[in-house]
């Protein structure tokens, strides 16, 4: 399968070139592996539908890739939606995503928020005793289908980086269950709620070790078994795990994980698994980082201190994390020449490969070993479906680069594209600085009030 999705990638370069997707015009593009999306959701599904009786909503984290086009692909594989914004929920209903899947988390949802995802019936996951209290009033005010849960912190630890860590002891997230006092508080809160019904965690993003992920749901899981004892029934139906399983960055080898991470759930957590729990996923990462690639051209192959620096169009803009914590989020860069084949023969030399942003951190690769960039070869950054492209940062007003879609034909075998997201226009660029508002400073501030002209 991975070296199969490597081939798809070389293929979709090459494509890519011949058809005029990227070159001198359109010095850098997005693409994504549609048969790699497809493949990896069936997995999901198969692993977890091996190891349990009850139901499962495998909720796609939509921050991950923030995609209508996507979003809905995955709707039609059986995935519903884990949003964390009013414009991540806006996405899941353009998708076609219904509310029973669509899930809403988010440590800072107003009170509009909870009202809207209350009378569409979604679920939600509450963060804390305030936002909680503010449920009380909704519910208490107008009837809701919404299975409402609230978010623990099991605090077991952080994995290795700590931006990604949301379970140690101080993380903002959740109720932090070894707080004194901290633990009785939610039992009761449930005894008190019979429209209280889930019970959730996420304990991290990338880095994360499985046994450590496993623990955290081991403990919400004890948690949800202490609630039903105390309130005598089976109130919590449903735990809402999380995603966060890492994503290996390093190679083609290797496959997300979900089989591997079913099973040692399924062998720490067997009462979970034995059907009377329903259960809630949102993995992002694991499902699209490895279906993108970024594809941008060297404009100019150039030397500093004897650094060769190859100056290319995908910089900060793309891979954000990348530039400024390179440590913790490397990149492969593969290189191809200026029609799209492998530029895999000839003697690797130390390089830096930049961004095209005016600051000097801007690099995606730092003293790597690769064969020499020269003007108009292309380097493709793989495994940047999830939090690269689509997490866009608009330094130097830098616009998001178009995303396509790509398959072989099932007969001729040709490599196709779709578009997902057209590239932003100049025009686009002005409207979102501002542009309606160009001469809101004229004279502002001088002399008398002036009533308002756009
Ligand atoms: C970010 C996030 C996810 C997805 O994490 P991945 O590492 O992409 O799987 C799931 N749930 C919550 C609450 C999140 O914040």
Redesign the pocket.
Known sequence: MTQERAARRDQAVRAAVEQGLVGAREPVVCLLDVAGIRACAERLTAAFAAVTRGPVLHAF?V??TPLVPVLRLLAAEGLGC?V?SPGELALARAAGVGPDRTVL?SPAKTAAELREALALGIAVNADNPQELERIDGLVRSAPTRSPIGFRVNPQIGGGSIGAMS?ATGTSKFGVALRDPGAREWVVRAYAERPWLTRIHA?TG??GMPLELMARGVREVYELAEEINAAVGHRRIDTVDI????PVDFGSDEGDPGFDAYARLLRDAVPGLFDGRYGLVT?????LLAKQGTVLARVEYAKSAGERPIAVTHAGVQIATRTVFAPGSWPLRILPYDASGRPRDAGPLVVQDVAGPACFAGDLVAQARELPLLAQGDLVALPDTG?YFFTSHFSYNTLPRPAVHGYAADEETRDMRFVTLRDAQTLAELVAESGGAHARALDGFGRGAARPHTP
């Open positions: 984290a921050k991950a884990e964390a988390d949301t996420h993003s990338q999380g995603g966060g399983l949102e993995f992002g990462r694991s999830a």
